[in-house]
């Protein structure tokens, strides 16, 4: 669905931020973008999206050239979330933020209502159409946040570090959004530093170290891989700790953790 | 080569701008801009402040043109030209060689001037470059929502409405965090607060601002 | 007329919100004269609007708005390129002043149709007002001709009083909502802490974790000797930390006791350079500045910055603005230190060198360290004490082991409970 072709990406035309990115990312997959800190990841995203153009290189979704697009010709296609909802939200209410893309994006008025009712339905947020933005906590900030990228019906949802400064109850419930999203056809491209999340939930991770691609796989061959991860700068999640602490072998969520256990209980007794 | 006291780089503005002010004759207003270009390439700042220079001196030059068109002599468009580009000149040299806290320091201390105010002026420089970031970031999320820049300037300033909003709102919830942290920093129990910027008038000081202050009466009293 | 003063009595004393609502107004005042679109030049005075604005929120005193102007002025003067930057010095304090005269008074606290038009009105006079004197300083002072004076300059400064009060009336009801949003007397969300049972012992390093909005903050800024106006108190609580009643102790003896570096350290963070940040500090405490370059040193020395001291704050990264924060609570010596959601932003490897940073900092130099935080992963191995908040009460407070047991037992925040714990208490579960 979406192709990237030896993307190159340099500050200035002098620091070399991505080198030669190949990567294909298909529908309905959740792609999982990590590496260390100056990596390249977010410049990656804002690659495809359009808020950036790549020096060199080819850019394809769905067979058609965006090499060299504007993020406002991405919206109806691409959805994305910024990091800090406080850098996102400029709406008087709800319900204009969550209006505003499809509104640009020329949608009728009835097309609008829908689409922002269902958007608002699916993160939560219904009732709150005529509460201020600002004044939401940051949970919800960053469901409306997502919210308003969804109402423009995008295919693909780039979500950058949605789970940043969050508490663990409302991280429980973005991740179980995603999910939802995902199961429904959509496709994820995630950036994240949390290996937990990439474990339980990405069918690919991509890392990336000093922009250029190291790793294309799954989280299975990633992580199964020690040298590999902790090479790569990265951390093993916590359930592949615990795996090998119980000796279970390679786990990547604590569902699997569990299973593993029982398993052995039963060939206890 | 410029170490002099914030103080005295202030009073050598005012100074040199005073002198635009009561001298009417434009020779000697020449003579007082080559001193500024002068100083100006001396100090090697001019990369930093190049733009700034070039700017005001095309704007000056429409300002001669103006008054010309207005019926006024040579003389005089001339003469009010060469005043507006000394003093801006003299504001932009001073700024430009001095450090933000010692302009500051030499403010609360030399001037009297109440510790708040000089407090601000330096913290608004201070946020200026992470609030224009903020609101680039507002922007680019708007594209990223289907934004296009329009060409009509009415619709271009409404769309500016847009941003200011959350970039206000922002300042006002973090201006009472701002305020809980300065409060428990001890800011407004300031009996006796010091200063790290230097502000003593050196003795380099003091002569340079005699020869400034006799050479600019003896030009003011002949011209 | 009574009512009203005493109404702005009330705002005004002792806060520094006037400070800060001004600073941070005015820089976006100079942004927007940067990046404002201008019709053949002429444009807004974004300047004169964000400080009318900041007048209107904080009803200062006549005295504090000359203050305000001069403050305006300066900051016009230094970064516009005008062509008599001397002029704002005159303009604005004048106005600044008569502004909050106005606004002190409530002269125009009308309503037409239902809608106050109190900030049109402010905006296009104080426009006026400094508009005027500016361009009749410049034209004296420059020599203008009196065709150019009445037939452009006046009128420019009517054009930009008109756009200006349409912005001033747009802005300030919203604005004006979220500035009172904790102070208004009919909409008082209190936030009171209850049962707050806990002692913190010297050199101890303690946890406090709860979903957002149970207390957290709050509880942190208590210690800290903050007493914002929408903190109800505590009830039922006996709050000890190092030996110190935290109820009964004056804010002043608590402020010099305990330093914090709260979850927006951005705002905490307000000068150019990082020494002039760590200066900042000990200057307010009237200290000598042979003193001051001493502690700078060995405070940016001990969190990681030693020698930058000249670099500029906003090309700091997240994790440095973080430690720079933590020097400057380091720098005047608080025994206790008090940190809200460090982390919050933060990558793992920048995460990993706070709690480092921290850790050393406890062991080493014997500091109290009270930690707010959800990710509890970084703390397993120096935590003393793990204190869990709901809805504003103190639900348990105790050895780590023990306090996530009780949280598995009670669902209060289990998903704050890291994996670990969480499997070995399910399998102490099943067993049973």
Same mark, same amino acid.
């Given at each position: ?25 298909? %529908? ?67 319900? %204009?933020? /969550? ?10 008025? $009835? ?5 922002? $009712? ?8 219904? @009732? ?37 400064g ?13 999910? $939802?999203?995902?199961? %429904? ?28 691609? $190291? ?14 991860? /902790? @090479? ?29 256990? %029982? ?7 | ?22 001298? !009417? ?94 407090? #601000? ?21 708007? !594209? ?5 820049? !329009? ?6 300033? #409404? ?7 959350? #970039? ?9 965090h701002?305020?809980i942290s ?30 400034? #202050?006799? !050479? ?8 | ?104 008074? *409530? ?17 296009? &006079?104080? +426009? ?18 009196? =065709? ?41 969300? *209190? ?7 806990? +002692? ?7 946890i406090v974790t709860?979903?957002n909005?149970?207390g957290k903050t709050t509880l942190l800024l208590a210690i800290a000797?903050a ?27 608590? =402020?010099?006791?305990?330093g914090m570096v709260m979850a927006d350290y951005?705002g905490q963070?307000?000068?150019? +350079? ?9 200057? =307010?405490?009237? &200290? ?12 940016? =020395? ?20 973080q430690?720079?924060a933590i ?10 230190l008090v940190l809200d959601e460090p982390i919050a ?17 406890? +062991? ?6 009270i930690v707010a935080e959800h ?58």
């Open positions: 669905m979406l192709n990237l072709k030896d993307i190159n990406y340099s500050y200035n035309k002098k620091d070399k931020v991505l080198d030669s990115i190949t990567l294909d990312i298909h %529908e309905g997959e959740i792609v999982a973008i990590a590496g260390r800190n100056g990596s390249g990841k977010t410049t990656l995203t804002r690659i495809i999206m359009g808020i950036m153009n790549a020096d060199c290189g080819f850019l394809q979704l769905d067979g058609k050239d965006i090499t060299k697009s504007i993020p406002a010709d991405m919206a109806k296609h691409i959805g994305y979330v910024f990091q800090n909802p406080d850098r996102q939200l400029f709406a008087s209410s709800v319900f %204009e933020e /969550v209006a505003y893309a499809p509104k640009q994006l020329g949608f009728s008025e $009835k097309e609008i209502t829908t689409s922002v $009712k269902k958007a608002l339905e699916i993160t939560g947020l219904t @009732g709150l159409e005529y509460n201020s933005p600002q004044m939401l906590s940051r949970g919800l900030k960053q469901r409306l946040s997502i919210a308003s990228a969804l109402a423009a019906k995008p295919k693909i949802l780039i979500l950058d570090e949605p789970t940043t969050q508490d663990c109850r409302e991280r429980t419930i973005l991740l179980r959004l995603m999910r $939802k999203f995902n199961l %429904e056809g959509m496709t994820i491209i995630l950036v994240t530093h949390d290996m937990d999340i990439i474990a339980e939930h990405a069918h690919k991770v991509v890392v990336l170290e000093k922009g250029v691609l $190291k790793f294309n796989g799954t989280p299975l061959e990633l992580f199964s891989n020690e040298k590999l991860t /902790v @090479g790569l700068g990265l951390e093993l999640p916590e359930a592949v700790h615990i795996g090998k602490e119980y000796n279970l072998g390679i786990c990547l969520t604590p569902r699997e953790i569990y299973k593993k256990l %029982e398993e052995r209980n039963h060939a206890h007794v | 080569m410029f170490n002099f006291a914030a103080l005295t780089k202030i009073i050598l503005a005012l100074i040199i701008s005073l002198c635009s002010i009561l001298i !009417s004759d434009s020779y000697v207003l020449f003579g007082l801009l080559i001193i500024e270009l002068i100083v100006m390439i001396i100090s090697g700042r001019t990369n930093k402040i190049g733009k700034a220079v070039v700017m005001l001196g095309i704007f000056s030059i429409g300002l001669y043109g103006i008054q010309l068109l207005c019926g006024s002599s040579t003389e005089i468009s001339l003469i009010s030209a060469l005043r507006m580009i000394i003093m801006s000149y003299s504001v932009i040299l001073m700024l430009a060689t001095t450090k933000t806290q010692q302009i500051t320091a030499a403010l609360v201390k030399q001037c009297y001037m109440p510790y708040s105010y000089a407090f #601000m002026v330096t913290a608004v420089l201070r946020f200026v470059p992470d609030i224009l970031a903020e609101s680039q970031a507002i922007r680019e999320a708007q !594209s990223c929502r289907g934004y296009r820049e !329009s060409a009509n300037p009415i619709k271009r300033l #409404m769309d500016y409405m847009i941003i200011i909003k959350p #970039m206000v709102f922002r300042a006002i919830q973090r201006s009472e701002m305020a300065l409060e428990m920093r001890g800011f407004s129990r300031t009996s006796q607060r010091t200063f790290m910027a230097e502000t003593k008038l050196k003795g380099i000081d003091y002569s340079v601002l005699i020869i400034a #202050m006799l !050479s600019s009466a003896m030009l003011v009293s002949k011209f | 007329m009574e009512n009203k003063t005493a109404m702005n009595k009330a705002k005004n004393e002792g806060s520094l919100r006037w400070i800060t609502i001004t600073t941070l107004l005015l820089a976006i005042g100079v942004i927007l004269r940067m990046i404002s679109p201008s019709m053949g030049g002429i444009s807004l005075n974004w300047n004169i609007v964000m400080y009318c604005l900041a007048i209107m929120l904080c009803r200062p005193t006549p005295e504090q708005g000359l203050g305000i102007g001069i403050v305006a002025g300066l900051v016009a003067t230094m970064t516009s390129k005008a062509a008599l930057p001397y002029a704002n010095l005159i303009s604005e304090p004048i106005a600044g002043y008569l502004c909050a005269y106005m606004a002190y008074k *409530r002269f125009f606290d009308l309503k037409i149709a239902n809608i106050k038009i109190e900030p049109a009105f402010m905006v296009f &006079i104080t +426009t006026v007002i400094s508009g005027g004197i500016f361009v009749t300083v410049t034209k004296i002072i420059i020599n203008l001709p009196i =065709n150019v004076y009445l037939y452009a300059m006046l009128p420019t400064v009517g054009i930009m009083a008109i756009l200006g009060m349409i912005v001033g009336q747009v802005l300030y009801k919203p604005a004006n909502k979220i500035f009172n949003l904790n102070h208004d007397a009919k909409n008082k969300i *209190r936030y009171t802490l209850d049962h707050i049972n806990l +002692t913190i012992e010297k050199g101890s390093f303690s709860g979903v909005g149970s000797g007493r914002t106006n929408y903190f109800g108190g505590m009830k039922n609580s006996n709050l000890i930390v190092n030996d110190i009643d935290i109820i009964r102790t004056e804010l002043a003896e608590l =402020n010099r006791q305990v951005e963070l307000v000068t150019e +350079t990082v020494g002039d940040e760590i200066a900042f500090s000990l200057e =307010n405490l009237g &200290i000598e500045p042979k003193e001051i370059l001493k502690k700078r040193n060995e405070v940016l =020395n001990m969190v990681g910055l030693g020698g930058l001291e000249d670099r500029l704050i906003t090309s700091l990264s997240g994790g440095q603005k430690r720079l020097a400057t609570v380091l720098a005047v010596d608080s025994p206790i932003a933060i990558d793992p490897e920048g995460a990993i060198e706070i709690y480092s940073l921290l850790k050393e900092l406890n +062991t080493k130099y014997h500091k109290t360290i990710d509890l992963k970084y703390v397993s191995d120096c935590v003393t004490q793990l204190i869990v908040l709901d809805d504003g009460d103190l639900k348990y407070a105790g050895m780590m082991d023990e306090c996530l047991n009780f949280m598995y037992h009670s669902k209060i925040y289990p998903e704050a409970i890291p994996l670990k714990w969480k499997i070995y208490l399910e399998l102490g579960d099943k067993k049973c």
